[in-house]
């Protein structure tokens, strides 16, 4: 059988599209000439891509000019300008959501993941991080009635989907369902590895004693309970989730004075990889100390996810434009290399010395 040539380079447009958006998103640091002419090649691989997914020369001809300076802003721009055009692409929908996410803008992350799942309302993948986008666009941070739908739905077309489980539970818990809560979250324990079911179990103790149940029976092995004293009580992360504290350290605060509407953004990269994150939150520098959880839904690349990998790199940056592109003057964090999945959370300092 002969693959149709339309749908080889469907595939590989949508590929080397996202991979190009990941590339502006956080843009290379300098280069030796042929590196360089070696990345200038695939962005504009990724131009044609681009042209294969939404079809329209003119943005062919414009990208092809703006593509190696451009701007995660305005890639943003052009993907919603042919989304307009060309409104039926579900998976352009989803990566504008991503993006969106990115710089910070929770409430048009959240209308795009609904156009997403509008037109693939049986993903699995996107059913989670849309119902994920509607809590982080509340105010409150609740999972409404439409996103406990989308759950459902979720595990419906796939029960192993687990992250679809864990928020879930986070909706019941929020409804004051922390019987139901305790058991949506238990059907987790035998899917995951040792020191998280260690740090699940906390929570669901937690439920349970909200519900007027006893706690769990003590695990059989050893070590998952010694895990379980070493969390000191502290919320548990959803599976696949890295937990991330962000501070100042306090002498260099007093001695550097910041813009207050610098950026802070939070990082997790692979070690000794390309310079693009697997996962990246953003926040403003006046809500430090912060602690933000990085899951699979803070990542820019679909095709590489924090679940994915068996360590990261975390740092935490700070803009002092609020541009996702690294700028001179911005501020980074010693990185800390991190074995996944971590019970204890990352801590990071913006300031001190680097060893």
Known sequence: MVIPT?????????????????????????QR?????????????GVLALYRLVGTPAALQQSAATAPSQSLEDAVLELQA???????????????????AALGNPIAARDAYARAVQLAPD?????????????????????????????????ERDPS????????????????????AARTWESLLGSVDAAT??????????????????????????????AAADTGGAAAP???????????????AERVRLRGDATVFVIARVPGGPPMPVAVERHALQDLPLQVLLDDADSPMPTQKLSSLQEVEVLARVSASGSANRGEGDLESAPVRVTLPAAQPVDLVIGTARP
């Not at 749908?7 to 640091?29: D, H, Q």
């Not at 699995?124 to 996103?147: I, M, N, T, Y």
């Open 6 to 30: 339309t749908a080889v380079l469907a595939a590989l447009a949508t590929a080397v599209t996202l991979g190009v958006l990941a590339w502006v998103l956080w843009p290379l640091r300098r």
């Open 33 to 45: 000439a042929l590196a360089w002419a070696a990345i200038v090649l695939v962005l504009g691989v």
């Open 82 to 100: 042919e989304l307009e055009r060309n409104p039926n692409q579900p998976e352009g929908w989803a990566l504008l959501a991503r993006s969106q």
């Open 123 to 155: 993903e699995p993948a996107l059913l989670v991080d849309a119902a994920e986008s509607r809590a982080l666009a509340d105010p409150q941070r609740r999972f409404d009635e439409q996103a406990v739908a989308w759950l459902r739905h979720a595990l």
């Open 161 to 180: 989907t687990s992250r679809a489980t864990w928020f879930l539970g986070v909706s019941q818990r929020q409804s004051g369902q922390n019987a139901e």
């Open 197 to 226: 079911a260690a740090s699940l179990r906390v929570q669901i103790d937690q439920a349970r004693a909200e519900a007027g149940l006893p706690p769990l029976p003590a695990p059989g092995d050893a070590g998952i309970a010694a």
């Open 238 to 252: 959803p599976p696949h989730a890295l937990a991330v504290k962000v501070s100042l350290d306090p002498a260099f």
